[in-house]
Structures are given as C-alpha cells and as structure tokens.
C-alpha cells in the first residue's frame, strides 16, 4: 500500500471539487481524506500504486467545469493504514492562496429546476448549487465556506443540510444553498420603502409593472439593475432624462438565442459567448427592424445584449418576455448600488419600484461587456463573471506584494502577489465622491482579502488623479509610471511578451513626462531595458484643455491651427467652425496663439474627434469617446480608394512624427469634393494603419503590441492586425483584460514587480 499527499491551487473551492475528489477516491478503493484551506485544497490517498496512479489521471482530466487549477504538487508519504475516505471540515489557518470563482451565471440544471412545478425550488429566485451562483460578491474570508458569506445568516432546513453533507449531491457544500423555506426572499417596494408584495406576489408585480412602462430597480448578484421596457421609445426617453443619461447605448436583456437573433446579428462565437457561466454584455450587430426602441442605442449599430444570468432574471423574462432595459443600478458616473436602503436613497427619482431581497451583497460588482473580435473575446468592462481571477503573469520570485491603483477613467486596481495579478472588477471614473469611496474600499479589500500587505504602490505619473492621490495616502513607497508605459507593459504582459517589442499605445490623454498630453505613442522595447519613445503623433493644441475632451470641434480647431496658423478662421464652410460664434473663433485664436489654456497632445484620440468633427459627426460629446465611435460606425464597410498620407517623419531632436497634416489637406480637399462621408472615414483609419506598418518597419521590431482603448475600434484593429500580419510582423492585442484604462492597473503591477526584483526605488533610471 502507497500513500500521496496532493496540494491544489486555484479557484478549487465552491466548485464540487471535494465532492469530485470523494467519488474517484471511492471508485479507485482508496482511503485517505481531503479538505478545503486558505490554498485551495489538500487531499491525502492511500492504495495500490495502480489506482494511485490512476486517481492522479483521474484528478486532472475529470475536474469540475467551473474548476480552475493553477498548481497541482503530488508527494509520497508514508501509508497509515486508513480505512476510509474522508471529507474533513475545512482548514482556516495558513497563507491565503486559494483562488475565488467570479459570481457566475444560472447553470442548466437549476434553471431547469426553477420551471418545473413538481421540484421545491419551483420559481424560486435564489437558486444555485455549485456550478453556479454567486461568489466573489458575498465572501467575506478564505476558505469559502457558508460562515465566511454573507449566507452565514440563513440557517438551511433539513433537506437543504441533506444535499449540503451529501458529497453525492451537487449541492454539497454549495455554500448559498438554499430554498422558499430557509433562503432569502422577494419583495417589492414603491419608492418610499413601503411593501407591496412579497416573494411571487412580488414577482409577478414587478412583471405587470414593467409591461406598464415603469422603471424598477431590481437587486441582483452584484448590485441593482435599472430595468424597463425596451420597446418603449417614451419608457426609454424617460430612463433617460432620470438618469442622466443622454445617449450613451443601454444594455438589453432579451429572454433567450431566439430573441438575440430577431434583435440582431449573433455569430456561434458570440452566441458562446452570451450563454458562457461569464454571461457578459456582448456587443451585436443591430438589426434594422428589431423590436427594441431606436433610443436605447441611438446612432449606433451595435447592441449591448445580455441572456438572464440569475434566477430571478430568469422568472423575469419568462413573466415579461419582452425585451428589458438592464442598465447599471446608479446615476451616471456613480458606482453601482449594492445596499437596499442605499438603493431607496441614491436611485429615488429614478426608479418607480424596488425589486429587493435580503441576502447581502458585499462588495459591488457590475455587468462585464464584451464583443468578439477576430474570432476572440475582447473585454470592454472587466467584472461578473472574470474577476477576482488572477492573470498568472506576474513574477514568481517577487516575494513581496505591489499594489497598483489604475488610472481615473475606467479604473481598476490590481495586487500582484508573486506570479498571479488579481484584477479587481471594473470600479468606474472617480470623478464623482460616490466612486471615489467605492474605489478605496476595493483598494483595500483586495490586500486584506488575501491577506498580502502591499511592499510597493504603483500609481499613474498624474498628480492630480483621485488614485495617485491615495497611493500617496497610504505610507508605503510610491513609484509613479506613465499611463501609456502601463499601457504597453499590461498588453505585454497580457500576451507574455519580453525582449525587442514595439509597443504602440494609442488612446484619449494622458500626462506626459515631457508636460504635455500624450496619446498616440509607439515605445521600443529591447530585452529587459526600459521603453524608448521612439515616435508619436505630431503634436497640436486642444483650445480650452479638458473641455476640448468634451468637445470634438475644438479638437478639430486646434488642427486646423497647426496646419495653416491663424489662416483657419477663413474656413468657414467647415462644420467644426460654424459651430462657433465669430468672437468665440477669435477668442480660441488668441489663445492658441499665447498658449493659453490650450496644452498640446499627441492624442489619436483627440485626432479621431477633430476628424469626426470636421466630418460633421459629432462635435459636443455626450458621453466619452462618442465621437470616435460614430467615426467608426460611418467607415464600417466602406471600400476607400487608398489610405490619406501620414509619413513617419524623422526629428533630430526627438522621437520621430507620424504627420497628420497632409492627411487633414487631403480631407479637407475631399470635404470640397463632397466625397461621402464613410469613404472619408475609411481612408482616415487607412492611414492610422498605415501609420503603424510604417513605424514598425522603421523601429525594425517584429512583435508589435497594440493597447490602449483606441484599439477597441473594429476597423482600425482588424485593418491593423491584417496589415502588420502582411508586412511580416506578429501583432499581439488585449483578450483578458480591456484595450483601454482597465488594464493600466496590470501594466502598474508587472512594472512594480520589476522594480522589487532589480532592487530598484526609483522609477527614473527605469524611464529616462
């Protein structure tokens, strides 16, 4: 007789594996034990060596579905003599290594249960077992067990405590286990707090409500939803006003595949995709005569779609079966409410119902958004369903933890702990004290929850975000970094890039080391060195600073000002001019003119906003990036009769120039000509395309490492990758984590990671 001890890591608590491990312990006549701790789990078995070996194939081929095993050590250790297999009670004690699941989406088995009238969770909307159910939202400590959730509450009745000790039962050890006689419930509210109705009362209230046109406030895994009609032009015009939302698209939930296919265009990539235990928004394709309200994605062909992924969106849609608004639970630029009575206060005004329960949520966690591009996911929002999974990329001989706290848009924090990098969910812009608040508590939750004290923080060279500002706050060593350096370190790191790489990170603003914007860059990487600056956009002004990030037309005056001095205020046939007064015109010149409020950037972002502008697509935003988005959306299937000329223009001075300005004469030459104006669109993202070739060659470096969220543009990603491919080079772009600001914090945490392990404490040998 023989006798192995196996320690496995990764997200192997909450998922049936103890139950996994019981079953082919038993089938292989062997004794032993195992059991959950703050690694993961460790199991001991005794047997002959055969049915060792053969339970060891067994462990590795058979595991659960949702089971993500990142570490697998197997030992000999000396028989004892066991004459059973055991689950024992869980190990609290120890170093927190174990990994916890995202909240994931209704598995078919509880979904099937909750429609059939002869089972006893029989439409009830807090069904799970563990394949799925929420996570990452309720624990409160490693190990996950029911004592460390925010379930420690709901004592479970006979039957549910049955399936929990049953290792044959999928609910063993489902740690929310639970049914109508023990379990959380229902109610529904009006907008003063007071009871309507309870439990399927108030379900099938909240159903009729929704058919009426009014707008509820539904409490899901992570936080409320903002629900209502999605076929209602009035219904959505009146969200919209509520909450503050101009035009920025809504996300629909429709009922099922059928719905999704009569709403839009949904490859079996996308459809995955949308039915996967991450159950994301996916971007779709709209359909011209879908039977959603042209508001809830107004001038733009894409539609945020999302299958119910809870039970309770799941007996919604079957009560409703129409398409739903699902919108995060919060004004706009506010976190997403998790709390009922924060819910009652933040969301009064703009909710008419509350659909509340009384399970606790403990941290927020929001809807993720996703589209498929060239044939793989790419994330948008990083939350339900993906975090708090780590990306293994980090160091495995770091020994000390770095905190990285993102940028200000679209943040998100980050704790590297030797090779894994924990990506917290997507938190927001910190713009408002509502996210700022939400921001810290995330930033200390994650040290705390696996209990690694940050040695290093790494923040954004900014001085003036809310995020730098924190870190500063903290009292431990701070090492600023360049957003667009981070940028490049997360997208190689991200796709395990080292050695000569070059890096091309193109998006909206960043502080710049030499005092100005940055925005359109391309680094050089050679073997462990820092990043070079080797070229950029040419610079230009933006009149007005960060309103012109708000307005496209002043980022459209201040090219035009580069490119013919003060000669632009004779152009006004152009749309971006007209839409300023004659006086305003001339107070920009000044301005311009003195270099007052008006900083220069190296922005393509700011470049695709000048040229949208000029085109006559958009020139005020109404939410971020709309204006690169609309540029998008009008050169989507348009054939250009070749690219604008954009040359790569070498400086003795610095780093060369990718020139713009005979790109502008040749757009204006065809806005004369009244070309078309998706014709315009397509020989403009041409040129970016040929921009980056260009630079390649130029840098002579073969992979090329695309980041930065103007590389969430479809055309300019897809002509981007089909060009460098052509050209000879290797482009790697963003799947785990998003293009834009979501992925600074990993870029941050990779660069802190370098630091520790070079002993270094200055970032200035590293940038300069």
């Known amino acids: 007789m023989e006798r192995c001890r196996v320690e496995i890591g990764g997200a192997v608590q909450g998922v049936g594996f103890r139950p996994f491990v019981y079953r082919i312990a038993r089938d292989q006549r062997l004794t032993g034990w195992v059991e959950n701790n ?15 070996d053969e339970f060891l194939l067994r462990l590795e081929s058979e595991r659960p ?31 927190r290594r174990a990994l916890v699941l995202p909240d994931l989406a209704l598995c078919t088995e509880c979904a099937r249960e909750i429609r059939d009238p002869a089972n006893r969770r029989y439409r009830y909307p807090f069904t799970n077992c563990t394949h799925c159910g929420p996570r990452f939202s309720i624990i409160s400590a490693l190990p996950y067990d029911r004592p460390n959730t925010t379930m420690a509450g709901f004592q479970m009745c006979r039957e549910c405590r049955s399936e929990y000790d049953d290792p044959g039962d999928r609910r063993f050890h489902a740690q929310p286990n639970a049914c109508p006689a023990c379990g959380p419930s229902l109610a529904l509210l009006n907008a003063r707090g007071a009871l309507i109705a309870q439990d399927a009362g108030a379900l099938a209230a909240a159903a009729r409500a929704l058919g009426e046109g009014q707008i509820l406030a539904v409490k899901g895994v992570g936080g409320f939803h903002l629900m209502a009609d999605a076929r209602s032009e009035s219904v959505v015009g009146e969200l919209r006003a509520r909450k503050r939302r101009e035009e920025k698209p809504f996300a629909v939930m429709l009922p099922g595949a059928e719905a999704v296919a009569r709403c839009a265009f949904c490859s079996p990539e996308e459809l995955a995709l949308l039915e996967s235990p991450e159950a994301p928004i996916v971007l779709l394709r709209k359909r011209e005569l879908a039977s959603v309200a042209p508001g809830v994605a107004p001038g733009n062909p894409r539609l945020g779609v999302m299958l119910p992924n809870t039970p309770l969106q799941h007996l919604l849609a079957l009560e409703t079966d129409f398409p739903l608004i699902a919108t995060s639970g919060n004004l706009s630029d506010e976190p997403i409410c998790i709390d009922n009575d924060e819910a009652l206060s933040r969301l009064h005004g703009i909710a008419d119902l509350f659909l509340v329960h009384d399970r606790p949520i403990l941290r927020p966690v929001d809807d993720s958004v996703a589209r498929v591009e060239l044939g793989r996911t790419m994330l948008l929002r990083r939350a339900r369903g993906y975090a708090p999974l780590p990306l293994r990329v980090g160091d495995p001989s770091v020994g000390k933890a770095v905190l990285a706290v993102g940028a200000h848009l679209k943040s ?24 700022y608040r939400s921001f810290e508590r995330i930033a200390r939750d994650l040290p705390r929850f696996y209990d690694a004290a940050p040695a290093l923080v790494v923040a954004d060279l900014h001085p003036g975000y809310r995020s730098t500002r924190f870190a500063e706050s903290l009292g431990i060593p701070v090492v600023p970094l360049q957003h667009h ?16 790489v070059l890096g091309v990170a193109w998006d909206g603003t960043g502080a710049g080391e030499d005092g100005t914007i940055w925005g359109g860059e391309c680094f050089r990487s050679r073997g462990n060195g820092p990043l070079e600056r080797v070229a950029h956009l040419r610079p230009f002004a933006l ?42 015109r001339q107070v920009l010149e000044r301005a311009m003119a003195r270099g007052i409020n008006a900083p220069r950037t190296s922005s393509i972002g700011r470049l695709f906003d000048g040229v949208a502008a000029l085109l006559g697509a958009r020139q005020v935003h109404r939410y971020e990036g709309q204006a690169a988005m609309e540029l998008e959306a ?5 054939e250009a009769s070749g690219s604008y000329p954009m040359p790569l223009v070498e400086r003795p001075d610095g780093p060369a120039w990718l020139d713009w300005g005979p790109m502008m004469r040749a757009i204006l030459g065809d806005l004369e000509a009244n070309a078309p104006a998706g014709v315009i669109g397509a020989r403009f993202h041409g040129a970016l395309i040929d921009g980056i070739v260009a630079t390649a060659h130029w840098a002579g470096v073969e992979p090329v490492a695309l980041a930065g969220g103007c590389f969430l543009n479809g055309v300019l990603l897809r002509g981007a990758v ?38 270094e404490a200055r970032l200035s040998d590293r940038q300069e």
């Not at 993961?40 to 005794?46: A, K, N, P, Y």
């Not at 579905?65 to 004690?93: D, Y």
């Not at 307005?551 to 300023?580: H, Q, T, V």
């Open 38 to 52: 703050a690694c993961g789990v460790t199991l001991e078995v005794e047997g002959e060596r055969s049915d060792l």
């Open 65 to 95: 579905a949702p089971a993500l095993v990142t570490n697998l050590q197997v030992a000999r250790v000396e028989a004892v003599g066991s004459k059973e297999f055991l689950i024992r009670e869980s190990e609290s004690g120890g170093p």
């Open 412 to 435: 998100a924090i980050a704790l590297a702990t030797g090779q894994d990098v924990f990506v917290s969910q997507h938190i927001g812009d910190l713009e408002t004290n509502e996210a």
């Open 485 to 500: 350096r981070a940028h490049v370190l997360a997208c190689m790191a991200e796709n395990q890039l080292d050695g000569s």
């Open 543 to 584: 009149p007005g600073g960060e309103t012109a990030v708000r307005e496209p037309r002043r980022s459209a005056i201040g090219l035009l000002r580069e490119e013919f001095g003060p000669d632009w205020l004779e152009m006004e046939g152009l749309a971006s001019i007209a839409a300023f007064t004659p006086s305003e």
């Open 634 to 638: 009008l050169s989507e299937g348009f």
């Open 722 to 759: 089909a060009e460098l491919r052509a050209a000879g080079f290797t482009p790697y772009w963003h799947s785990q984590v998003p293009p834009g600001d979501g992925s600074i914090c990993l870029g941050q945490a990779v660069y802190g990671q370098a630091i520790l392990a070079a002993g």
